[in-house]
């Protein structure tokens, strides 16, 4: 085992007991032996230091070299119009929700959603199949009534003649027995006969009373069904549009179920929602403008109708209604809309478009200011005290000269350089 192990062992060569004498006249190495690797390591912090440094010029050079397009607002001693704002829904003061008076099946439709009717024409007609019997019924009713009390006339023509003869009968009697031609017990009868005739005569004409009275009751009956036939076709009241439709053909519908809606265009309104806070300057005629949620880029011109007497008692609300000069050529009943009411003016305010409002940098939640373009071209935010705000415009009571220029707020910081595109005066 020894043995073994030693030849593992590798072998080293002793070093020599003398130094040896250093070479006056070294080799000079091959260009091949000459490593590249080194001077490329000491020449990377150079050329990071310098990469370094050119990422910080083309940032200083983009941030505050290279201007930036931005619109701009002149600030000026102007007029402010005095704007009270609320949302509102499209309504008409002329419209109706038609129902039917019976049941039945829908059997013919007369109009669809948004299609013009004129007043009197059929929208709704119901099936009338029992009705049509029930009509014959009661005409039938109607018709042995009046034959009854036909009878009873009749009955009353020949109680007057009996009447009247037995009448003429008692007074011939009572005249030959003052002569003593005519025994008392014929008289007496002659007597009760008269009187028996005119109790029947009383008696007809209860009955005519009664048999008219059925007349009556009966051409009641038929004239009942008649109506209710009648229902079950259902016109237009008044010239409109249809806007909803809830019956279908075939269906079966109840009594007083809604059927179909009929609006009248020309009683569009607009009711507005306006904070009670606001209503004390609001009155008939003042102008307004209105702008559809589904068309928000076109503005509508409108004028109050009347204002509300009655104030919400959870939304603390008054309601507003307003007359538009035109619509859009698409529009629905509760189509929402963003009205604002010119309610007056104030003279000789510094104001600014509230969208140009930006928060000191750094702090978004502080203090209310406006970025302004140099004289040197560069942005600088300004604090300003804010007052009255109305329709999108904020009065500026100190720290904004007028002339100077008030720059929108996208991506602005201090001292960057900025190019006005387009200034609103």
Same mark, same amino acid.
């Given at each position: 085992?020894?043995?073994?192990?030693a030849?593992?062992?590798?072998?080293?060569?002793?070093?020599p $007991?003398?130094?040896?004498?250093?070479?006056?006249?070294?080799?000079?190495?091959? !260009?091949?032996d000459?490593?590249?690797?080194?001077?490329?390591?000491?020449?990377?912090?150079?050329?990071?230091?310098?990469?370094?440094v050119?990422?910080a010029?083309?940032? @200083?050079?983009?941030?505050?070299?290279?201007?930036i397009?931005? +619109?701009?607002?002149t600030?000026? @001693?102007?007029?402010m !119009?005095?704007?009270?704002?609320?949302?509102?829904?499209?309504?008409? =003061?002329?419209?109706?929700?038609? #129902?039917?008076r019976?049941?039945?099946?829908?059997?013919?439709?007369?109009?669809?959603?948004?299609?013009?009717?004129?007043?009197?024409?059929?929208?709704?007609?119901?099936?009338?199949y029992?009705l049509?019997?029930?009509?014959?019924?009661?005409?039938?009713?109607?018709?042995?009534?009046?034959?009854?009390?036909?009878?009873?006339?009749?009955?009353?023509?020949?109680?007057?003649?009996?009447? =009247?003869?037995?009448?003429?009968?008692?007074?011939?009697?009572?005249?030959?027995?003052?002569?003593?031609?005519?025994?008392?017990?014929?008289?007496?009868?002659?007597? $009760?006969?008269?009187?028996?005739?005119?109790?029947?005569?009383?008696?007809a004409?209860?009955?005519i009373?009664?048999?008219?009275?059925?007349?009556?009751a009966?051409a009641?009956a038929?004239?009942?069904?008649?109506?209710?036939?009648?229902? =079950?076709?259902?016109?237009?009241?008044?010239?409109?549009?249809?806007?909803?439709? #809830?019956?279908?053909?075939? %269906?079966?519908v109840?009594?007083?179920?809604?059927?179909?809606?009929?609006?009248?265009?020309?009683?569009? @309104?607009?009711?507005?929602?306006?904070?009670? %806070?606001?209503?004390?300057?609001?009155?008939?005629?003042?102008?307004?403008?209105?702008?559809?949620?589904?068309?928000?880029?076109?503005?509508?011109?409108?004028?109050?109708?009347?204002?509300?007497?009655?104030?919400?008692?959870?939304?603390?609300?008054?309601?507003?209604?307003?007359?538009?000069?035109?619509?859009?050529?698409?529009?629905?009943?509760?189509?929402?809309?963003?009205?604002?009411?010119? =309610?007056?003016?104030r003279?000789?305010?510094?104001?600014?478009?509230?969208?140009?409002?930006?928060?000191?940098?750094?702090?978004?939640?502080?203090?209310?200011?406006?970025?302004?373009?140099?004289?040197?071209?560069?942005?600088?935010?300004?604090?300003? $005290?804010?007052?009255?705000?109305?329709?999108?415009?904020?009065?500026? +009571?100190?720290?904004?000269?007028?002339?100077?220029?008030v720059?929108?707020?996208?991506?602005?910081?201090?001292?960057?350089?900025?190019?006005?595109?387009?200034?609103?005066?």
């Amino acid at each position: 085992m020894f043995i073994a192990k030693a030849r593992l062992m590798p072998i080293i060569d002793p070093e020599p $007991t003398h130094p040896r004498a250093a070479d006056p006249h070294p080799p000079h190495p091959h !260009p091949l032996d000459r490593r590249p690797g080194r001077l490329l390591r000491r020449m990377v912090p150079w050329l990071l230091a310098a990469g370094m440094v050119l990422m910080a010029a083309t940032l @200083i050079h983009r941030r505050y070299v290279v201007p930036i397009d931005r +619109t701009g607002f002149t600030a000026a @001693i102007r007029v402010m !119009p005095l704007v009270v704002s609320g949302p509102g829904t499209l309504d008409a =003061t002329i419209r109706a929700t038609l #129902a039917s008076r019976v049941s039945g099946r829908v059997l013919a439709l007369g109009a669809e959603r948004g299609e013009w009717v004129e007043a009197g024409h059929l929208l709704i007609r119901l099936d009338a199949y029992d009705l049509t019997g029930s009509l014959a019924a009661a005409e039938a009713d109607h018709a042995g009534a009046r034959q009854a009390a036909d009878q009873a006339r009749a009955a009353r023509r020949e109680a007057v003649a009996s009447a =009247t003869e037995a009448d003429r009968r008692y007074r011939r009697s009572r005249t030959l027995s003052a002569r003593g031609a005519v025994s008392p017990a014929t008289l007496d009868a002659d007597r $009760t006969a008269a009187e028996s005739g005119v109790a029947a005569i009383a008696q007809a004409d209860a009955m005519i009373r009664e048999r008219d009275a059925a007349v009556i009751a009966a051409a009641a009956a038929v004239d009942a069904v008649r109506a209710r036939l009648a229902d =079950t076709a259902i016109p237009a009241p008044f010239d409109g549009v249809v806007t909803d439709r #809830a019956a279908d053909l075939g %269906s079966l519908v109840g009594a007083g179920a809604p059927l179909m809606d009929l609006v009248d265009p020309r009683s569009l @309104i607009v009711t507005a929602r306006i904070d009670e %806070s606001r209503m004390s300057g609001l009155a008939p005629g003042q102008p307004a403008t209105l702008i559809f949620r589904s068309d928000p880029d076109q503005v509508w011109r409108a004028a109050v109708a009347r204002v509300g007497r009655a104030v919400d008692a959870e939304t603390r609300e008054v309601m507003v209604d307003l007359v538009p000069e035109n619509l859009p050529g698409h529009w629905a009943l509760g189509q929402r809309v963003d009205v604002q009411i010119l =309610t007056g003016e104030r003279m000789g305010v510094t104001w600014v478009p509230g969208a140009m409002l930006a928060p000191r940098p750094g702090q978004p939640a502080g203090d209310s200011g406006v970025w302004l373009l140099g004289q040197d071209g560069r942005a600088r935010w300004r604090r300003i $005290t804010l007052g009255l705000v109305s329709a999108g415009r904020v009065e500026v +009571t100190d720290g904004l000269i007028p002339g100077e220029v008030v720059l929108a707020p996208d991506d602005l910081y201090p001292l960057r350089r900025v190019r006005l595109v387009e200034d609103a005066r």
